[in-house]
């Protein structure tokens, strides 16, 4: 497919939310007096690690499958995944009948891999990072003709992301400032997508993690580059944005108004005070607007939603990092 096909647009978002309206939950905001006494401004956490499958990535991985053909369901899907799109994409397929099938590096932590297991797909562990086991996924695609579903570079799944930035202008009218989890940019695209066609003069800053953020140094080069994947806390947040990249580069590039690079301590303290002042419970990635908010580096004028994006965390880990031990998992650490 051409890479100059059509972004998506508002008008692809609102028929998501309506093709995915009871698959998924439409998750509650709730105000944080402590980040907002601390900000100046009301600050507003968006609970999308309530969603079912622990994380946002249901709702494009919903509006994916609803998407296709009963004859391309058929065929079985699959997708490349560093754990919550491919939990998400299991689910999803698994309410239509359809056979899913996970392609994962060896860096996805073993608690995603085993939930996926459960919701009965197959999973396929191939290489040290996202590019080889998307190797894979296009691998079955071609041999097997299985029918791919993208974990961001896809229209149907960044419309279903979306849904969520129609969800925050609706519970936060006055929203000024959005903070949203950034790696491949399907949830980045789509919320800003929606957000910035109803508020113009909304902010939308991504954040991510310092370790391997492939999309920042993609924006940075200006056109999409490979990294070196590394572990990190954040590990939802890791793998590159592909080299040829149709959709999301282009939506971020034109979308975002900033992106905050974040130290694996200050996830770690963002994980913390989710815990110990909040009552929630997230992962890494789920953290990171938390943790901008404490490092100071996020101004604003008006109220902030901050997007916590997943809570599908190792409970292990997650006991070791409210306890105070290093911000990485303990094989990376050492």
Known sequence: MSQHRQLVSLDDIRPAAARIAGHVLNTPTMQSAALGELAGVPVHLKLEQHQITGSFKLRGATNAILSLTSAERARGVVAASTGNHGRALAHAARAQGAVATICM??????????????????????GNSQDEAQEEVD?????????????????????????????????????????????????????????????????????????????KASLDAGHPVQIEELPSLADSL???????????????????????????EEIAAGLRHAYAAEREIVEGAGAVGVAALLSGRVTSTGPIVAILSGRNIDMDLHRRVINGASALPVEVAA
């Open 139 to 215: 691998r079955l695609v071609a041999d097997k003709g299985m029918v791919s579903v993208p974990p961001f570079d896809d229209a149907a799944v960044i419309a279903g992301q979306g849904t969520l930035g129609l969800e925050i202008v609706d519970q936060v009218p006055e929203v000024e400032t959005v903070l949203v989890p950034l790696s491949g940019g399907g949830l980045a695209a789509g919320v800003a997508c929606a957000i910035k066609a109803l508020r113009p003069n909304t902010r939308i800053i991504g954040l991510t993690m310092e370790r391997g953020a492939a999309m």
């Open 238 to 264: 890791g793998g590159g944005i592909g080299l040829g990249n149709a959709l999301t580069f282009a939506m971020c590039r034109d979308l975002l108004d900033d992106v905050i690079l974040l130290s694996e």
């Open 105 to 126: 590096s060896r860096l996805v932590p073993g608690n995603k891999v085993s939930e996926i297991h459960k919701l009965g797909a197959e999973v396929r562990i191939a």
